[in-house]
């Protein structure tokens, strides 16, 4: 993990409510730095970022922008075995964070 940001606890300290929201970012530069070198614009994903969230029953979700939504986004058609890589740490990630 790379970091942390809770925007809870920042809406909190400006003396607002927000259910529980936070963002974790992860990353390994040995996978993102070839879609970068493919196009640089993808450092806008990178690292990867999961949002931990909250809804109004009470239920947490993961969300996530797929390793295949980045590369179709910034047209990074040459780095297919790096996106399946990434996939696999995802998938590796959130597999963790929820087998409670």
């Not at 809406?11 to 993102?32: C, H, Q, S, V």
Request: proline residues 5%; glycine residues 4%.
């Amino acid at each position: 993990m790379i970091a942390r940001v809770d925007h809870a606890v920042a809406a909190a300290n400006n003396y607002m409510d927000l259910r529980p929201t936070e963002i974790i970012m992860f990353g390994n530069p040995k996978l993102g730095t070839p879609l970068m070198q493919s196009n640089q614009m993808a450092a806008m994903d990178l690292p990867m970022k999961v949002l931990a969230w909250e809804d109004e029953h009470g239920k947490t979700w993961l969300t996530y922008k797929s390793p295949k939504k980045i590369t179709e986004d910034f047209n990074i058609n040459d780095q297919e075995t790096t996106r399946e890589q990434l996939e696999i740490v995802l998938d590796n990630f959130t597999e963790i964070a929820t087998s409670g």
